[in-house]
């Protein structure tokens, strides 16, 4: 019936949206004393050095231990964070614990190449104004190097507004941070700005680490990104390598930094330590 009036389409229309709605409203409730319960944590997933062997950083992945649901990835409420702005609070609770925790690691395990945490900007948090101001002074307040943080910005986001892009990336690297293109390769438009955009590192998306050592289009690609960003003097990170055949050949194609499941899955802070403790190396042979 509803198919053939367009009252009744109009109507049920209507209740979807209000199922649809409710769900929402409910969710960002959640969220909102989520944020007071701290149900919030981050979660840490090393990022290795391929040619030390040795953990460079660590990429901060927050984490909803929700009180019935259990954890909530992500990709379940980031999105309704950014629509309802709940993203912007969350975004500086994220930055000031990731602060923290770099200045803890890097005071208990100086390196010559100080540990960093990458860490992920939203869409929403990266058109802010006062972007560059908030984040310096929260460097300032917990008194690190900018350059232990890493800025995570998705290529789709950069690309959405190239001039605003590079205005807002210019304010960040003038207060000393350092800027990481995330999911690289799954953006489009991405060649002819790339060498525009003021970044320090680019990061492999997953799905051309996927099945490189089986599908040689995806080992090409990788390749061909790889030296790509050693001519713009980037540091590249492979980024979901799950095997030690994936590893081995992303050292052969001079990809320096990598992170994924077969090295470490995002680890709660303690564990996330005790691999620094063990001072935890892997062995990859070309
Ligand atoms: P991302 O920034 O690209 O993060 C990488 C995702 O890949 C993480 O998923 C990580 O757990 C997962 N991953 C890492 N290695 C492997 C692997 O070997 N295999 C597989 N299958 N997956 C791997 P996660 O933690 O679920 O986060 C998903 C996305 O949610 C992130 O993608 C990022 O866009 C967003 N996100 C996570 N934490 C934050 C945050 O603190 N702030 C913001 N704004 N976004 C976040
Ligand atoms: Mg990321
Ligand atoms: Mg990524
Ligand atoms: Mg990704």
């Known amino acids: 019936k509803a198919k053939n009036l367009g009252r009744d389409r109009h109507e049920v229309f209507n209740e979807d949206m209000r199922t649809h709605s409710v769900s929402q409203f409910q969710l960002e409730m959640e969220l909102r004393r989520a944020g007071e319960g701290e149900q919030?944590?981050?979660?840490?997933?090393?990022?290795?050095d391929l040619v030390s062997g040795e953990i460079a950083g660590f990429e901060a992945l927050i984490r909803w231990?929700?009180?019935?649901?259990?954890?909530?990835?992500?990709?379940?409420?980031?999105?309704?964070?950014?629509?309802?702005?709940?993203?912007?609070t969350m975004g500086d609770w994220i930055l000031d614990e990731?602060?923290?925790?770099?200045?803890?690691w890097q005071q208990l395990f100086p390196k010559v190449n100080p540990l960093f945490?990458?860490?992920?900007?939203?869409s929403r948090q990266f058109v802010q104004q006062d972007l560059a101001t908030t984040i310096a002074s929260v460097v300032q307040e917990?008194?690190?190097?900018?350059?232990?943080?890493?800025?995570?910005?998705?290529?789709?986001?950069?690309?959405?507004?190239?001039?605003?892009?590079?205005?807002?990336?210019?304010?960040?690297?003038?207060?000393?941070?350092?800027?990481?293109l995330d999911d690289f390769g799954t953006g489009y438009s991405s060649l002819s700005y790339l060498h525009r955009l003021p970044i320090d590192s680019l990061k492999i998306d997953k799905s051309f680490?996927?099945?490189?050592?089986?599908?040689?289009?995806?080992?090409?690609?990788?390749?061909?990104?790889?030296?790509?960003?050693?001519?713009?003097?980037?540091d590249i990170i492979a980024e979901g390598v799950e095997t030690m055949a994936q590893a081995r050949l992303l050292k052969q194609l001079e990809c320096q930094y990598a992170q994924g499941y077969f090295f470490a899955k995002p680890l709660p802070r303690e564990a996330a330590a005790q691999l620094l403790i063990q001072d935890k190396h892997?062995?990859?042979e070309k």
């Open 209 to 234: 680490v996927d099945r490189m050592e089986i599908i040689s289009e995806n080992a090409d690609i990788v390749g061909t990104i790889v030296s790509l960003g050693h001519r713009l003097k980037l």
């Open 142 to 180: 917990h008194q690190i190097d900018p350059r232990g943080l890493k800025l995570e910005l998705t290529e789709s986001v950069a690309m959405e507004d190239v001039d605003s892009a590079i205005l807002q990336l210019l304010k960040l690297k003038n207060r000393g941070l350092h800027i990481s």
């Open 117 to 122: 945490i990458g860490v992920n900007l939203s």
């Open 98 to 104: 990731a602060c923290r925790q770099i200045r803890q």
């Open 65 to 88: 231990q929700h009180p019935e649901r259990g954890t909530v990835p992500p990709n379940d409420f980031i999105g309704i964070a950014e629509d309802t702005g709940i993203i912007l």
């Open 40 to 48: 919030f944590q981050l979660y840490y997933q090393p990022i290795i």
């Open 282 to 284: 892997w062995h990859i």
